[in-house]
């Protein structure tokens, strides 16, 4: 794909998503994406923008090329997600928001012990075989 200059015209702002990011959202996570890289083509579109429209895509469950025009192009949002999610900023994204949540309800940042439990959902008290599913009469039902 040929280069493309940014162009040095201001765009008009677009209309908020309710799936945008706020403010104060995003200060809180401009910190922890990566920084931009010394070399290679000038980004043509802000990490601001191609977060707002991750979180289109997400918050609304719909498809990749269903983005909206005024968002920057589904393959490049894409990129960065999948980009993000293989060098670990996702993670680190998650773990700097949870320990500043635990922070701001006045718990430690890190938890200090884990729960676990050993049954998450309750079977039938009868237990056993009477328990099961009876097979089915077609022959080709079960492997079993």
Partial sequence: M???KP???AKPPRRAYPSDLTDAEWLLIAPLL???R???QERLHSYRDILDGMLYILRGGNAWRAMPH????????YAYFRDWQDDGTWKRVHDALMAA???TSGREPEPS???IDSQTARTTEKGGTAATTAP???SGASAT
């Fill in 34 to 36: 990566p920084a931009t």
């Fill in 38 to 40: 010394p070399r290679g």
């Fill in 101 to 103: 949540e635990r922070e």
């Fill in 113 to 115: 012990a884990g729960c």
């Fill in 7 to 9: 162009s040095a015209v």
């Fill in 70 to 77: 005024d968002l920057p192009p589904w393959p490049t949002v």
């Fill in 136 to 138: 089915s009469a077609w």
């Fill in 2 to 4: 040929p280069y493309v």
